[in-house]
């Protein structure tokens, strides 16, 4: 900060913003798994949902879907290599105008909203199909209707996820990964056990070819094209047919979210994860719907599992019932965990694109205030929660018709994604990956592939919008209710900058925009007291740094975390909304309490996924001696320093060594080191390692040579021994008793 106490301030402080944000990069294993456990979801209601709606040909064209998806994979690749600062308003704004702007981000965030309802209800419908299953087996009847026994149970995992996302909950690379190996357990024994069942039998039964005329529509699946002569026009059929089998392809928009995180080189991995995504959703999706649609008799679908469809087969496979009961637990445990955790994807990626929206001035600063405890956007996620809770309520757990209503908004968002990033064609020539089946005429680019995919997506999202008439009354009214809130909100705050540019009440800041953040970008000597703040009114532990502090010896920085949505990661932030009116009030607060104490500080901003990582890497960037940080209201400060202390562990070698102090005025202060250090003993430890080294060096074997080191380091190895000997039980222990005594 260039301002001394006491001076009148000729220039404005200055605020060094890294423009680069700071990840923990992942490998394209971990990227998949995140996208899969998303994509993959849909196996468990895509292929009962198009049965009901297109007849018995449907698990071909669940089938066609997934291979379709390929193409749909290369568009959201090229965007993804597009250099773009700004959220996909600012985007589609640049490429399209305004209004197609608004719309793009209606259709997404509809998108977001059936993604929670339909993947838990259908996952109350799994564990109550179960439920009555065994009931049946034990001669009882399931005393609750299934469908409102699925709605109950959706209310109560929604609301469970809408409490975590209040209190702040990240996505976990390793739980997705851990979720998508036990999900494969479970497609690898259905590859196995489905054709073994097949040739048991001794005969094959293929599901009708995908023609027209083995298509057989019900009245609601024709909507309004029902009494029409559009169904029977071949081309026109097909379409609607692939209309009613595309939501097998929802949850591809998280490979977007998750390409920042992808490690080096970035393409070459965001390639390889698309393609696992890709191969494994047209097993585990198309090639098990299949398999289905063979071994279970199309009226069986229809009538008993269009919303159990994987449970429905694994109780039809051959083998002792015990056995296939115990099967169907697993695949209903598996159901359940991918299904429950698309909730949390669903939320997480909502709240990403509205807090984008509000940054880009489209949604009301209201919205995103952060929750007082745990600083959060608790009202984007209230009012998304409601939404969801809404949704659930109305269907009365009806998968068919959430499905309905979500391949709706699934196909109208990558229609408008396409017609973007065709336009952006035409406009940018930075792509680092362009859709392929490009081809030159008279010099001009004709972009083939990419424009027959748009035309494709196009034709659908028409037909779905005649062929879904709750979904499309739900669909439009949800769009033009959000539309015309954006269209509000832009205007009431563009009235409000326009009236904060005359009466500034915060301190002025200049913005030194910087991609990386080093100790010459800040003025900061090796050795720096690294503050991290983040709420304004829990800054205890900023004081009583300025107060102790001896600027001799050590430079103060104060740095915030702006923490990124991975539900809104394709796109980087721009220059305005790296900067906001949060962090604005935040360092006014900060600049005062320095100028009160008299000790210029170093004002610091990094964006970042993960807060903890970015505080490391940081702190690892400037050599800083010490990071000091205030209390959480999420965790206590054990919690807090044992997150932080495993962001330190998994950053490269070799990894800078570091104290940290999480310091409260209601808490005892918390002081660790970071990395290989000589512990601090208890002063009863000491005492007992002297005595040892007491009755030890009476011995004449060792007489002076023994030292206090040795005895540790001994006690060190035969700890280390009986953990390799198979006592990690008794030393866990041990261990337990010791740390009661703190």
Known sequence: MSTEVGKPSSTTAKVVVATTVALSFISFWRGASIVLADLASSAFYAGGIAETAVGPSAPWFVLGVMLFSFAVRSVYMESCSMFVRGGVYIVVKDSMGPFMARLSVSSLVFDYILTGPISVVSAGQY????????AKMLGQSFPFNVNYFAAFFAVIVTVYFWWQNTKGMHESSGKALRIMQITTVMVVALLIWCPLTILMRGHVTFPPAPLPRNLRFTNESLGWFRGTIFPAIPFIALIIAFGHSLLSMSGFETLAQVYREIAYPKMKNLKITANIVCWYAVVCTGVITVFAGMIIS?????????????GGLAMRLVGPELVKLAFHIFVVIVGVLILSGAVNTSMIGANGVLNRVAEDGVLLDWFRKPHKRFGTTFRIINLITLLQLVTIVLSRGDVYLLGEAYAFGVVWSFFLKSLGVLALRYQRHDQEYKFPFNFRLSGVEIPVGLGVTTLILGFVAIANLFSKEYATMYGVGFTMIVFAVFTLSEHVNAKKRKLTSEHKTLEEFNLDHQPQVNAATLHARPGCVLVAVRDYHNMEHLKKVLEKINLRRHDIVVMTVRTISTGAGEY???????????EKELFSHVV???????????LLEVPAVNPFDAVVQTATRLKASRLVTGVSAKMTSEELARRIGLAWESQPEPRHAF????ISKDRPSTYVNLGPHPPRLWPEDVDRLHDLWLRLSDNESVGSRLHHRDIVGLALRRLEKDLADGKREQVMTDLDDELRKE
């Open 127 to 134: 564990l109550g199909h179960l439920l009555d299953e065994i």
């Open 298 to 310: 199309p009226s069986d679908i229809r009538d008993h599992f269009s919303d159990d469809l994987l």
């Open 572 to 582: 980087d932030l721009s220059d305005e909304q790296m900067f906001s009116d949060y």
């Open 592 to 602: 005062e309490m320095a100028e009160k104490e008299g000790k210029p500080v170093e």
């Open 659 to 662: 104290s940290l102090e999480i």
